[in-house]
C-alpha cells in the first residue's frame, strides 16, 4: 500500500486516522450517547417507585401490548412474505421480475406520513371500501388492525431485500444437483437453501422488529389517539409528554431505548456467530 | 445451531407476549369514545371519573370514556375520516360544523344543548415570564420590536384563532376601525411570532419547557395550568379586551345510531351544565357557564374582563370570519407572507 494514490509520508498517514477516529468518536457522543443518557436519567430521576408506576400504568401496558402485536405481526408475516419474494426472484425468471422487485422498495421511498394517510384514504369513512366495511362491522383505521396494518407495510421490505443478495451470491448450484438427484422443493430448501440465509433472515428479522417498535409517523396518522385502544408506545409517550407527565415520558421511552438496545446486542451476536461460522466453513 | 435456536425461543416468547392476558380493566357496561382538543387533557381525566358515578346511580351500569386529544382541526379531520367518537368536545364551532357538513352530525347541533351547546367558556390572555420583564400589558405591547411572541398556528389550531381574532378586536377598537392600521398592527404581530406550532399544547411546552419567546399567548384555562405546574415561573398578563372562546359539544349522530348510544353520550354532554360539572370546568379554569358558579370563582378570572364575542359586527359570525382571515389567500395568508 505504498505506491499509487494511496501513499502518503509516514507523518500524515499517522495523523490523519487518528482524526478521523476522533471525529467519529465525538460525533457519536454528541449525538447517541448523551440523548440516551439523558433520557435515561430522567426516567429515574423520580426515583424507582414512579419509574414502576410510569410504566405499569394500564395505559402503558396497553400500549405496550399493542406495539407488540403490531411488531409480532410484521415480523412473522414479512418474514414469510420475504422469503417467498426473494426465493422467487432469485430462483425463477419470470415475467414482471423487475416490476416485483422494484415494488419492494416502495415503502422505503415513500414518507411514512403519507404511508398512512394512503390507508385511510383506502379504509378510511370516505373511501369507497366504507360502504362494505361498515355494513360487516369492520374497523380498520383508528383501530388496532390500522395499526397493524401500517407497521407491515413500513417494514415490508427488510426481510426481502436482505435475503435476495445472499441468494443472489450464492447461485443455484447446489439446488440444482438436489433436484437432479430426486430431491423435492421443501427439502431443497431446508436442507440447501435455508442453512445459506438463516443469518441474513435473522438479522433482517431483528431489523424489521426494531423499525416496527419505533415507527411513529405512519401509526399517529392512523391511531386517532384512542387512549387505552389505540396508541403505540412512542404515541404514549407523546400523550405523557404533552400532559406534563415528563418523568413518565421519560420512563416510558426507557422501556424503547431497552428494546433499542437489547435489539442492537442480538443484531451482534447474530453477526459475530455467522461470521465466526463462515470462517469455519473456509477453514 | 445452538445459538440461533435460542435466539428463536427470545423471539417466540416476545410473540407470545403480544398475546398475553392485559391486566384486566373493570369490564364496562357500556363504553362511549369522547374526541376532544389539546388543552382539555386534564378536565375530562376529573369528569370522567365524576360521569362514572353519576352514570352507575343513574342507570346501574359501568361506563367507561376512551379520551383522545389533539389540535381542534385535526381532531375534527379524523372523526370525518372515520375515528368513531360519540361526543365531539372541541375548540371551535366550525371545526364541529366540518363534521356536520361531512353527513355525521344534523344540523342544528348548536341549539341541541344549553347556551349554544357550550358548557364552559374560556379567553385569551398572556402568559409572560417572571417579574414581566419585557412589560407586556396589552395587545399593543405585542407589535413591539423586541418581543419575542410565541403563538400555534391559526389554520392548525383553534386557540390561535381565538388568538389573532382578540388581536384583530382589540386594535379594532384602538384605531377606531381603521382597517389599514389594524393590519398594519397585525403584520407587526405576525413578524415578531418565533414558533408557530400546529396545536395549543406544543405552544404552550415551547415557551414553558423549551424557554422560547417573552409571551405566550393562550388559552386562560392553559395558562393556569402552565401557572400551576411551575410555581413561580411565570405570570399573567390580562390584556384591556379579550375573546370570549366558546368550546362547542356535540352529539355524533351517526356513530351513537350506530353503536346505540345516543342516551349516555347525550347524558355525559348534559351532565357537563349539572353544578358538579361546572365546578369541574372551574376548578381546571375553565370559566363556568352558570353565572352562580362563575362567582365561587371570582377569585381566579378577572370577570369584570372585557370580553368581545365571535357574533360581534366586526366579525359577524364564525362563518364570515373563517372565510376572511383564515381560508386560503385570506387576511391572515397576505399579512403572513409580508
Same mark, same amino acid.
Given at each position: ?39 435515561? $436519567? ?14 405499569? +400504568? ?31 426472484? $432469485? ?10 422487485? $422494484?415494488?419492494? +422498495? ?30 360487516? +362491522? ?34 443455484? +448450484? ?110 | ?39 382539555? %387533557? =386534564? ?17 346501574? *351500569? ?11 382541526? #385535526?381532531?375534527? @379531520?379524523?372523526?370525518? =375520516?372515520?375515528? *368513531? ?24 347541533? &348548536? ?49 390561535? @384563532? ?10 379594532? %377598537? ?16 405576525? @413578524? ?8 395549543? %399544547?406544543?405552544?404552550?411546552?415551547? !415557551?414553558? &419547557? ?11 384555562? =392553559? ?10 415561573? !411565570? ?23 350506530? #353503536?346505540?348510544? @345516543? ?15 361546572? #365546578? ?53 395568508? *397576505?399579512?403572513?407572507? #409580508?
Amino acid at each position: 500500500m505504498n505506491s499509487g494514490k494511496y501513499a502518503m509520508n509516514a507523518e500524515t498517514s499517522k495523523w490523519i486516522p487518528r482524526i478521523l477516529i476522533l471525529i467519529s468518536f465525538l460525533f457519536i457522543l454528541l449525538m447517541l450517547v448523551t440523548p440516551l443518557t439523558v433520557i435515561m $436519567t430522567e426516567a429515574f430521576r423520580a426515583g424507582l417507585k414512579s419509574y414502576w408506576r410510569a410504566v405499569s +400504568d394500564p395505559y402503558a401496558l396497553k400500549a405496550l401490548q399493542l406495539t407488540l402485536l403490531a411488531a409480532t405481526t410484521a415480523v412473522v408475516l414479512n418474514t414469510a412474505f420475504g422469503l417467498t419474494a426473494a426465493w422467487a426472484i $432469485t430462483r425463477f425468471s419470470f415475467k414482471g421480475k423487475g416490476l416485483i422487485t $422494484t415494488l419492494i +422498495d416502495i415503502p422505503f421511498a415513500v414518507s411514512p406520513i403519507i404511508a398512512g394517510l394512503i390507508f385511510i384514504l383506502t379504509f378510511g369513512r370516505l373511501s369507497w371500501l366504507h360502504p362494505f366495511l361498515s355494513a360487516h +362491522d369492520l374497523k380498520v383505521v383508528f383501530a388496532a388492525p390500522g395499526i397493524v396494518i401500517v407497521t407491515l407495510f413500513v417494514t415490508f421490505p427488510f426481510v426481502a431485500r436482505e435475503i435476495i443478495p445472499v441468494l443472489e451470491a450464492r447461485g443455484t +448450484d447446489e439446488e440444482q444437483a438436489a433436484a437432479l438427484m430426486g430431491a423435492g422443493l421443501f427439502a431443497i430448501f431446508r436442507r440447501i437453501t435455508f442453512p445459506h440465509i438463516r443469518w441474513a433472515l435473522l438479522y433482517s428479522v431483528i431489523l424489521c422488529a426494531a423499525r416496527a417498535i419505533g415507527e411513529f409517523g405512519a401509526v399517529s396518522v392512523v391511531s386517532g389517539h384512542l387512549r387505552g385502544k389505540t396508541n403505540t408506545l412512542p404515541l404514549h409517550v407523546e400523550i405523557l409528554y404533552n400532559e406534563y407527565q415528563f418523568n413518565a415520558a421519560f420512563a416510558v421511552s426507557s422501556l424503547l431505548a431497552f428494546a433499542a438496545i437489547g435489539i442492537l446486542t442480538a443484531r451482534n451476536i447474530v453477526e459475530f456467530t455467522a461470521k465466526k461460522e463462515e470462517e469455519g466453513h473456509v477453514r | 445451531m445452538k445459538k440461533i435456536n435460542a435466539l428463536a425461543l427470545g423471539l417466540f416468547v416476545f410473540a407470545l407476549s403480544a398475546f398475553g392476558p392485559v391486566p384486566a380493566a373493570p369490564a364496562a357496561d357500556v363504553e362511549i369514545t369522547n374526541v376532544s382538543y389539546d388543552p382539555t %387533557r =386534564e378536565l375530562y381525566e376529573q369528569y370522567n371519573a365524576a360521569f362514572k358515578k353519576h352514570w352507575k346511580s343513574l342507570k346501574g *351500569q359501568e361506563a367507561d370514556i376512551v379520551q383522545s386529544h389533539g389540535g381542534s382541526g #385535526r381532531q375534527a @379531520r379524523a372523526v370525518i =375520516e372515520g375515528n *368513531q367518537a360519540d361526543v365531539l368536545t372541541l375548540a371551535l364551532a366550525p371545526d364541529i360544523t366540518a363534521v356536520e357538513k361531512a353527513g355525521l352530525i344534523k344540523p342544528g347541533w &348548536q341549539s341541541e344543548f344549553p347556551l349554544n351547546s357550550a358548557p364552559y367558556t374560556s379567553t385569551i390572555v398572556f402568559l409572560v415570564r417572571k417579574g414581566n420583564p419585557k412589560a407586556i400589558k396589552d395587545w399593543g405591547d405585542l407589535a413591539r420590536a423586541g418581543v419575542g411572541v410565541i403563538t400555534p398556528n391559526p389554520k392548525t389550531s383553534g386557540g390561535a @384563532r381565538w388568538n389573532y381574532l382578540a388581536a384583530w378586536a382589540w386594535a379594532h %377598537r384602538e384605531y377606531k376601525g381603521d382597517e389599514k392600521a389594524v393590519k398594519e398592527y397585525i403584520g407587526k404581530v405576525l @413578524r415578531n411570532i418565533l414558533v408557530l406550532d400546529t396545536g395549543a %399544547r406544543g405552544s404552550t411546552n415551547t !415557551f414553558v &419547557q423549551n424557554g422560547q419567546g417573552d409571551v405566550l399567548l393562550a388559552w386562560e384555562n =392553559e395558562a393556569f395550568l402552565a401557572l400551576a405546574e411551575k410555581a413561580g415561573e !411565570f405570570e399573567i398578563a390580562t390584556p384591556s379586551l379579550s375573546i370570549l372562546a366558546e368550546p362547542p359539544v356535540a352529539v355524533v349522530d351517526e356513530v351513537v345510531e350506530k #353503536r346505540g348510544t @345516543r342516551e349516555i353520550a347525550t347524558e355525559y354532554l348534559n351532565f357537563l351544565y349539572s353544578e358538579e360539572g361546572q #365546578r369541574l370546568a372551574g376548578k381546571n379554569y375553565y370559566r363556568p357557564s352558570n353565572p352562580d358558579i362563575a362567582k365561587e370563582f371570582a377569585s381566579v378570572f378577572n370577570l369584570k374582563l372585557d370580553l368581545i364575542t365571535i357574533d360581534d359586527p366586526i366579525f359577524g359570525g364564525w362563518e364570515k370570519a373563517q372565510d376572511l382571515h383564515f381560508k386560503d389567500g385570506g387576511v391572515f395568508d *397576505q399579512l403572513y407572507a #409580508r
